[in-house]
């Protein structure tokens, strides 16, 4: 076989990947539009720069993302590569919400020690700073981040599809929800019903009340589904309070200390 599928299946993959960033994320930005809420900066110059600035990481982060999952689909579509499987019942029904389940754990607890390691000065410096140049953030800061921090959360479906196996219909419901979250979380307010919020659903997963106060305070809730590497690390704020219809204590309302942002 040449290199030839392989570089078209990942191209393909490149456009799907920006495709769907520019759909989700777009999507949800008109409907935060649409109930009056404006997301991001309140200064409109700002606001459209920064929107600006959080597409344009955006789209070099899908096409990151979209080089090893182009490849490893290829591999699996056309050379049997992966663990993926056709049939659901190959390793039983209940399999298949289990594998999803390790699947998002497995991303959540990488990305929960690699996120804290960002925030250590040097690698916030030169690497994470971009994404909290969105302050705060909209729908469309989902992917906004700089390739070194891309390439460290690209490898890892690819890379778990060859250890874990997993039906595609499973994977896709992964991606589903990796896009959700991914652009919900950083949209500006709060999709699910508050009572979820403040209830069990929220008390285990993250949505927009948790990350928002990641972006303000920074050193803490660095979670990306579940909230149990913050509870277990003591490093859980809970909620941005305005978010859950709670008035906002004073010391939410001020950002960190420009010197603690950066700090572990
Ligand atoms: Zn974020
Ligand atoms: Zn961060």
């Known amino acids: 076989m040449t290199a030839l599928p392989f570089l078209i299946g ?3 993959m490149i456009a799907i990947v920006a495709v769907r960033y520019l759909g989700v ?9 649409r109930r009056g809420i404006v997301a991001g900066p309140a200064n409109e110059v700002r606001r459209r720069r920064q929107i600006r600035s959080e597409i344009g990481w955006s789209l070099l982060s899908a096409a990151i993302y979209g080089l090893p999952a182009g490849i490893v689909a290829v591999g699996w579509h056309e050379l049997g590569w ?15 919400p289990l594998s999803i ?6 991303h959540d607890t990488w990305f929960y020690w690699t996120h804290r390691l960002m925030h250590r000065p040097w690698w916030f410096a030169r690497v994470h700073a971009v994404h909290h140049a969105s302050r705060p953030p909209t729908a469309w800061a ?6 070194y921090e ?7 479906f690819p890379a778990l599809v060859f250890l874990v196996p997993i039906h595609w219909g499973a994977l896709l419901v992964v991606l589903l929800v990796a896009s959700f979250f991914g652009v919900t979380n950083h949209m500006g307010w ?9 209830g069990r659903f929220g008390s285990g997963m993250i949505t927009a009340a948790h990350h928002e106060l990641h972006h303000r305070r920074y050193l803490t ?3 990306l589904y579940f909230r149990v590497w913050d509870r277990l690390c003591r490093t859980d704020a809970g909620l941005a309070p305005e978010f859950i219809d709670e008035p906002r204590p004073a010391a939410a309302a001020s950002p960190a200390p420009a010197g603690q942002r950066a700090g572990a």
């Open 101 to 106: 389940a390790i699947y998002l754990f497995a």
């Open 150 to 156: 891309a390439i460290s959360g690209a490898w890892l």
């Open 10 to 12: 990942t191209l393909a």
């Open 25 to 33: 994320s777009g999507g949800f930005a008109w409907l935060t539009a």
């Open 142 to 147: 989902a992917m906004a981040f700089h390739p």
């Open 190 to 198: 709060e999709i699910f019903p508050k009572s979820w919020v403040k």
């Open 82 to 96: 992966t663990r993926i499987y056709d049939d659901p019942l190959a390793y039983g029904w209940w399999w298949l």
């Open 221 to 223: 809730n660095y979670g």
